[in-house]
């Protein structure tokens, strides 16, 4: 009864998950993103007023602190112009981007990775695409935008300049129009902006990019006046708009930074409950900003400095603006001085060996850490060098996956090895085990006394099956990571109809494995499970086949529901993941057969070892006959054998 209600249990129990996800949780996502897209579509483009670090929370819009006086002209926009974040969609709005981009003069961006341009009005890094990067893996998708100007729907830019507590000295601010020295920034050719206040005080900025995603921004002060100056130079990263993010647990995406060799992160529904929407962070920012899944943007102020970070959200119009900005410590100008502060920003691709060569190189503390590696870092980090590496070698991530597995399991070898050896004596004795359970069915102490003794005697450990699982939990989560966070992996193609490793398998049951197209629901995704998972399950069945199984048919049952069930928890994972598990599995059911038979047992749990039956003496045909059940063959009469009951009275008592 008791088991039976177990089994009970477990059904509805899933049951349950079913019916939540499919009548309740996806319609309610559904909804959700119905009410995020009218949101964004009824948003007019607004002014942005950045929170300059040192002077309190953002103004409000026509101050003179940070203003913008941008007024969007209408427009219409082309399909997927922009994005708020890298690799998000946005509805459509009512200025373009080109439009914007063209209003006012700029400066180009222009290298083999990025294309974009700054505007001389605020000097701000505000237009910026990326080129190796696209939205989906359709030849002619659009670019992934990292940087949006003002005037678009969600504005995402970077802004340089300086605070001061002097009195009487006129500051650059966003309304600002610097002069610059060249029309195209690139590779090699910096661009310098410049700007005199009426004090006499020149205010420049020399920016210069790489050839990946790393700006410098040289902040330098030339005191031509007559009054000495303190001046506290700043950076700050704003983001209008809350992007759409994965929403998984394992992942963060929001404000990020490191403080004093310190990782802080800070979800972007988390910041407006700070005091005044402000989260000032403890230690020296060595770099902060706002990250994606697989895009971020960051600020590198000077190490040897020490600056003030914090991360910052208002609203203004009924939405939501995000910022990570730093102070850095004041520089005191005199008459006929100099002071320079050095900055970088970082804005584009989450590339694992760029992030590390950017650390060790510009020697910026824990740089690697804005990819989200997770609690596993000390296993992640290495299975993804592991991978690449067979990528290089191999030219395909499917292929550096599949090795990588043949490598974790001869790793493992020894500790499966045992285990395997234990489960195959335990398949072994299956049938004494069934004996023990039935001839003691009434009495459960005695039942597992028994057992225990069984166990003792034929040197079995029940415990054994669980170790090649437990020692494949780590292994599985850091590779489920690697697929799930790193750039590289993403749109990395297998073979086949696998294009894409980082997403689940596209040819779904509800699509006939790819025979037709349909947009399947939501709600409907979790029972739309592709080829690869219902590979990995049937290699799951066929491993189970092969372990011991349990006594009681009711659990036999369960473990048969087993496969099933992880076939379509399975069916929403990474295709890179489910295959990894299956060829495991394959590994793993090959390597226990082989075991198995050296061991003398059967995949049904026979034994190979018995003795098969003697055959009958070779001897008279018809005695033979005989003892095969024919008739007997006739006797012959003879002399009577000597017995007790044929002596006579005389011959006993004589005896």
């Not at 650390?359 to 596993?376: A, N, Q, S, Y």
Request: net charge neutral; proline share 7%; hydrophobic share 40%.
């Amino acid at each position: 009864m008791d088991q039976r209600n177990l089994i009970l249990a477990i059904v509805m129990s899933v049951s349950i998950l079913l019916g939540f996800q499919v009548f309740i949780e996806g319609p309610r996502v559904e909804e959700q993103r119905a009410q995020q897209e009218a949101q964004k579509a009824q948003e007019a483009a607004q002014t942005i007023n950045p929170a300059i670090p040192g002077q309190g929370v953002a103004p409000l819009p026509g101050q003179s602190v940070g203003g913008q006086s941008i007024v969007p002209t209408p427009g219409a926009v082309p399909p997927g112009a922009g994005a708020p974040v890298a690799g998000q969609s946005v509805a459509p709005r009512s200025i373009s981007r080109d439009a914007v981009v063209g209003a006012e003069p700029r400066i180009k961006i222009t290298t083999n990775r990025v294309i974009g341009s700054i505007r001389l009005k605020g000097g701000l890094i505000d237009d910026l695409t990326l080129l190796n990067y696209r939205q989906t893996l359709e030849k002619d998708s659009d670019n992934i935008v990292m940087l949006s100007p003002l005037g678009t729907e969600n504005p995402y830019y970077a802004q340089f300049g300086w605070t001061s507590t002097t009195t009487g000295v006129t500051l650059p601010t966003a309304d600002t129009v610097w002069t610059s020295d060249r029309s195209t920034l690139s590779v090699g050719q910096p661009v310098t902006l410049r700007w005199t206040n009426p004090e006499g005080i020149e205010f420049a900025q020399v920016i210069s990019i790489d050839e990946n995603f790393m700006f410098a921004v040289d902040q330098r002060i030339i005191n031509n006046g007559t009054q000495t100056a303190v001046i506290h130079p700043f950076g700050l990263i704003s983001l209008s708009g809350t992007p759409e993010t994965a929403g998984f647990w394992i992942l963060h995406e929001g404000m990020i930074g490191v403080f004093d060799e310190t990782l802080t992160e800070v979800d972007y529904d988390d910041l407006p409950d700070e005091p005044n929407g402000i989260r000032a962070v403890d230690g020296a920012a060595k770099w902060l900003g706002i990250t994606a899944k697989y895009f971020a943007t960051s600020l590198v102020p000077d190490q040897k400095v020490a600056n003030n970070g914090r991360f910052v959200h208002t609203a203004t119009g009924g939405k939501d603006k995000f910022q990570a900005d730093y102070l850095a410590a004041s520089q005191t100008v005199a008459p006929g001085q100099s002071a320079a502060f050095t900055t970088r920003l970082f804005a584009g691709a989450k590339e694992v060996r760029l992030l590390d060569s950017y650390e060790e190189k510009l020697g910026i503390p824990r740089f690697d850490r804005m990819v989200d590696f997770g609690w596993f870092y000390f296993l992640t980090k290495p299975i993804f060098y592991a991978i690449d590496y067979f990528y290089q070698l191999l030219g395909n991530f499917g292929l550096a996956i599949l090795l990588l597995t043949v490598l974790i399991k001869l790793a493992f070898f020894p500790l499966a090895n045992k285990s395997y050896k234990s489960m195959s004596r335990l398949k072994k004795l299956q049938p004494k085990m069934v004996e023990i359970r039935e001839k003691n069915k009434d009495d459960k102490q005695r039942q597992n006394t028994a057992m225990m003794e069984l166990y003792k005697k034929e040197g079995a450990n029940p415990m054994s099956g669980c170790f090649p699982i437990l020692i494949q939990i780590p292994v599985f989560f850091a590779l489920y990571k690697v697929l799930f966070v790193t750039i590289e992996m993403r749109h990395a193609p297998f073979f086949g109809w696998i294009q894409d490793l980082s997403a689940p398998d596209p040819f779904g049951l509800l699509i006939g494995f790819g025979l037709f197209n349909w947009d399947v629901p939501q709600s409907l995704q979790i029972v739309n499970v592709g080829i690869w998972p219902i590979i990995m399950g049937i290699t799951m069945f066929l491993q189970q086949r092969l372990n011991p199984q349990p006594a009681d048919p009711m659990q036999q049952k369960i473990f048969m529901l087993l496969p099933i069930v992880f076939t379509f928890l399975l069916g929403s994972f990474p295709a890179g993941l489910v295959i990894y598990w299956a060829w495991n599995n394959t590994l793993s059911i090959a390597q226990q057969w082989v075991i198995m038979r050296r061991m003398g047992v059967t995949a049904s749990g026979k034994s190979t070892n018995e003795e098969p039956p003697k055959a009958p003496p070779r001897g008279n045909k018809k005695k033979n006959d005989a003892s095969e059940g024919g008739e007997e063959p006739e006797k012959k009469p003879g002399p009577t054998p000597p017995s007790s009951k044929g002596k006579t009275r005389r011959q006993r008592k004589k005896r």
